[in-house]
T-cell receptor, first 108, second 113 residues
């Protein structure tokens, strides 16, 4: 069993839709990252969270430490948001665990 | 400068070749990481350097040899690779071993023929 589980694995949305990607983890953490990876390969860190909620443009990330759950929301989705979104956690033992990723395709 | 720069972006090498991947950052980060990523899988940690010393080697075959000449530079020397080593090799850095300020490079796409 993975320490970090994401859902859904694949997601197709129409342009303009509101999108939610979920992440659940089983270890105690000091922080959680949401990462974005485009087909070219490079990974960009979107957010690092240890509590509450963060917003950047059309992206919102929330975390509930008690429930060991985080969500990434994309409002007014756009084809350029098509990418793989990866949840990764830093455990309290200072290990870094990756989720298996959610592949998002936004159709014009 | 808030980037991790990896070169080359693409590399094709034969099984008898020797090549090197390079990773550079000028953010003052003291921890640097090499990951290997196969298609549709999350990255797998290979090596961690902390304060220029190898702190983690995740049982990587000896045909991969990391080197950290200084705090800004991380190399991965490749020798006698196998076709199954073809993958995206990602470098990352952070301020310390606590992954604060974690930043990835754009990767080197390696093909072994």
């Amino acid at each position: 069993k993975n320490e970090v589980e994401q859902s859904p694995q694949n997601l197709t949305a129409q342009e303009g839709e509101f999108i939610t990607i979920n992440c659940s983890y089983s270890v105690g953490i000091s922080a959680l990252h949401w990462l974005q990876q485009h087909p070219g390969g490079g990974i960009v860190s979107l957010f690092m969270l240890s509590s509450g909620k963060k917003k950047h443009g059309r992206l919102i990330a929330t975390i509930n430490i008690q429930e060991k759950h985080s969500s990434l929301h994309i409002t007014a989705s756009h084809p350029r948001d098509s990418a793989v979104y990866i949840c990764a956690v830093i455990s309290t033992g200072n290990q870094f665990y990756f989720g298996t990723g959610t592949s998002l395709t936004v159709i014009p | 400068d808030t980037e991790v720069t990896q070169t080359p972006k693409h590399l094709v090498m034969g099984m008898t070749n020797k090549k090197s991947l390079k990773c550079e950052q000028h953010m003052g980060h003291r921890a640097m990481y090499w990951y290997k990523q196969k298609a549709k899988k999350p990255p797998e940690l290979m090596f961690v350097y902390s304060y220029e010393k190898l702190s983690i080697n995740e049982s990587v075959p000896s045909r991969f040899s990391p080197e950290c000449p200084n705090s800004s530079l991380l190399n991965l020397h490749l020798h006698a690779l196998q076709p199954e080593d073809s993958a995206l090799y990602l470098c990352a850095s952070s301020q310390g071993g606590n992954f604060y300020g974690y930043t990835f490079g754009s990767g080197t796409r390696l093909t072994v023929v």
